[in-house]
């Protein structure tokens, strides 16, 4: 069946560290990824998406990654902020399905 | 702003009463979507409306009704809850393609606790 799970609950990195987040879907069907950000008191906002047509894709001080082989999807976060801190959502979904299946989230905190 | 707009943005009802949340979407979107945020859980899709037909129903109790009167408002109509349906409950557009996955436009939510 369809999951999206990601590989840590919680994620700790100094200010100015890089951060990166990790992704594991089962779906091979699965064509199109992308990732949210959730912060306190707030709805899921988008960050960057990914077609499997691709396996990387950069936007501002982010970038995701795309192994298609093991299924497996990062998101990577430059010179990390304090505005960073959030739960990050990846999700994916399959062609035809239209249908977004959502990973459980990682919670990012910054160290000072 | 994300262009999608939900009130309350808190509510507290007992077991017996009758409430509804309420979505606007100012992006001109021709899909909504009702999403339940449970603490520990993913994300669960509950209903989906595409050109205000409900083109999805994931198993949800029928104390749970929605309604879409055109491709701007989105309503979700309580009654009878239980609490375990507390939770944070979440409006979404989008733009459907045939076929395609797309984004999702998120509100801030409605955290909604059952007393």
């Known amino acids: 069946g369809e999951s999206v799970g990601l590989h840590l609950p919680t994620l700790s990195v100094q200010e100015g560290d890089n951060s990166i987040i990790n992704c594991a879907y089962s779906n091979s069907a699965s064509d199109y990824f992308i990732w949210y950000k959730q912060e306190s008191g707030k709805g899921p906002q988008f960050i960057i998406d990914i077609r499997s047509n691709m396996d990387k894709r950069q936007g501002q001080r982010v970038t995701v990654l795309l192994n298609k082989t093991v299924k497996h999807l990062s998101l990577q976060i430059a010179a990390t902020q304090p505005g960073d801190s959030a739960v990050y959502f990846c999700a994916e979904n399959a062609w035809g399905a239209q249908k977004l299946v959502f990973g459980q989230g990682t919670r990012l905190t910054i160290n000072p | ?115």
């Open chain 2, 1 to 115: 702003e994300t262009g999608v707009t939900q009130t309350p943005r808190h509510l507290v009802m007992g077991m017996t009463n009758k409430k509804s949340l309420k979505c606007e979407q100012h992006l001109g979107h021709n899909a909504m979507y009702w999403y339940k945020q449970s603490a520990k859980k993913p994300l669960e899709l509950m209903f989906v409306y595409s050109l205000e037909e409900r083109v999805e129903n994931n198993s949800v109790p029928s104390r749970f009704s929605p309604e879409c009167p055109n491709s701007s408002h989105l309503f979700l109509h309580l009654h009878t809850l239980q609490p375990e349906d507390s939770a944070l409950y979440l409006c979404a557009s989008s733009q459907r393609h045939r076929g395609r996955g797309e984004k999702l436009f998120f509100g801030s939510g409605t955290q909604l606790s059952v007393l």
